[in-house]
């Protein structure tokens, strides 16, 4: 509870700097490519979708908070399928809802890097057992860092790509196992590759 605190007053911080700041709305959306560490699955493909505020305090620094919806999770690999409650499963679908505070770093006109906490919401997952839905099975959010760079066409139109870590283990449930015990923690671990849309809030 510290953290969401933490976190929210974080952002609300950001939203106050708004009066002092060159405020812009913009959205992004893009392909996410996951998967869990330590779990033999290879990359599980999905999309992502936000909004943001970037609030330039100068040339070179905007606070960029953003909001949005991420597909996450993995696809197993090997015949060591993950096991829940004695049934076996190929695939791990977790989506979230995000909620992150970036800082964004200009370093000329074209190229900028990312970097800042974030806050993932667990909304739903793919896991049921005979019709039963296991509320319990993955953690309620996982809490991580940002890092990534962008390159920016026009002052509007960006590319950007992004790497999330999560520190929370998303496997961490006594009801879950795998058929090869291990005790390695398993981190939700993203690649964002996708374009942002800012729009003049100037009239």
């Known amino acids: 509870m510290k ?11 950001g939203i106050a700097v708004t ?28 999309f992502y979708i936000s909004a943001l505020l970037a609030l330039k305090i100068n040339e070179s620094y905007t606070l960029q908070p953003e909001f949005g919806y991420s597909q996450q999770g993995g696809t197993l690999t090997s015949n060591r399928l993950l ?12 989506n979230f809802l995000s909620v992150s505070v970036l800082n964004k770093i200009q370093a000329n006109n074209n190229i900028h890097f990312l970097i800042g906490p974030f806050i993932d919401f667990r909304l739903d997952d793919n896991i049921n057992n ?14 991580g860092i940002t890092l990534g760079f962008g ?3 026009t002052k509007d139109l960006s590319i950007e790509a992004r790497f999330k870590h999560g520190f929370v283990d998303m496997l961490s449930e ?15 671990q993203v690649f964002q590759l996708g374009i942002t849309y800012k729009f003049n809030m100037k009239k």
Not at 3 to 8: A, G, N, R, S, V
Not at 20 to 46: E, H, P
Not at 83 to 94: A, G, K, P
């Open 3 to 13: 953290k969401i605190i933490l976190f929210t007053s974080i952002f609300l911080l």
């Open 174 to 188: 006594g009801n879950i196992f795998y058929q090869n015990t291990r005790d390695d923690e398993n981190f939700n």
């Open 151 to 153: 390159y920016d066409f």
């Open 83 to 94: 096991t829940i409650e004695n049934e076996r499963l190929n695939d791990i679908n977790i």
């Open 130 to 143: 005979d019709g039963y839905f296991l509320e319990e099975l993955f953690p309620r959010m996982d809490i």
């Open 19 to 46: 009066a002092q700041s060159r405020v812009r709305f913009g959205l992004r959306a893009g392909v996410n490519i996951s998967k869990l560490t330590n779990l033999d699955n290879k990359n599980k493909t999905d």
